[in-house]
């Protein structure tokens, strides 16, 4: 079992649509939580980072995290053709991992107008 | 805001060669990773260093090595280049903790023919 795994896709939604990205992880002493977006030849950038259950908001997007079923999800509200990306979860441990993160495979979601 | 630069975009290298691909960061950030992207497989974690000297393998090590020398260089060291290390290699640090994830580069396409 892949320790960071993602929805595989490609998810396509129409514009003005919500996006439902999810994301399941094996170690259940994971402690933080990481949705990157990465567009196409392009180097990954930071969207949201979760730690406590529940959901965080910024924008558009909304991060909900269940340590319980050791799930992270993100959603996109009002999708637009530029939120078509390829988006990463990852995962950190915690502890003395030194920060590092795991990630999943990426999901490809595309906008279409 | 920190720069990360990775010293080139792309690059064609022979198989045997020895291959160093060099990442410089303009801050202080102690904590710098070297990850591959492979379609389909995500980002893999290769090797990362948490101090000047210091380093740790990553999820998959074999083929590589590493070099801290300076705190704002980390180089990673294609021993004897082969086909299966083609790839996008990304270099990543860790800003501030890990609440503010990671700076990436802007990649390397190695090609090794």
């Known amino acids: 079992q892949k320790e960071v795994e993602q929805n595989s896709g490609p998810l396509s939604v129409p514009e003005g649509a919500i996006a439902s990205l999810n994301c399941t992880y094996s170690d259940r002493g994971s402690q933080s939580f990481f949705w990157y977006r990465q567009y196409s030849g392009k180097s990954p950038e930071l969207i949201m980072f979760i730690y406590s259950n529940g959901d965080k908001e910024d924008g558009r997007f909304t991060a909900q995290l269940n340590k319980a079923s050791q799930y992270v999800s993100l959603l996109i509200r009002d999708s637009q053709p530029s939120d078509s990306a390829t988006y990463l979860c990852?995962?950190?441990?915690?502890?003395?991992?030194?920060?590092?993160?795991?990630f999943g495979q990426g999901t490809i979601l595309t906008v279409h107008p | 805001d920190v720069k990360v630069t990775q010293s080139s975009r792309y690059l064609v290298k022979r198989t045997g060669e020895k291959v160093f691909l060099e990442c410089v960061q303009d801050m202080d950030h102690e904590n710098m990773f070297w990850y591959r992207q492979d379609p389909g497989l995500g980002l893999r974690l290769i090797y990362f260093s948490y101090d000047v000297k210091m380093k740790e393998k990553g999820d998959i090590p074999e083929g590589y090595s590493v070099s801290r020398e300076k705190k704002e260089r980390f180089s990673l060291i294609l021993e004897s280049a082969s086909t299966n290390q083609t790839s996008m290699y990304l270099c990543?640090?860790?800003?501030?903790?890990?609440?503010?994830?990671?700076?990436f580069g802007s990649g390397t396409r190695l090609t090794v023919v």
């Open positions: 990543a640090i860790l800003r501030d903790g890990i609440n503010y994830g990671y700076t």
């Open positions: 990852a995962v950190n441990q915690g502890g003395t991992s030194y920060g590092k993160l795991t």
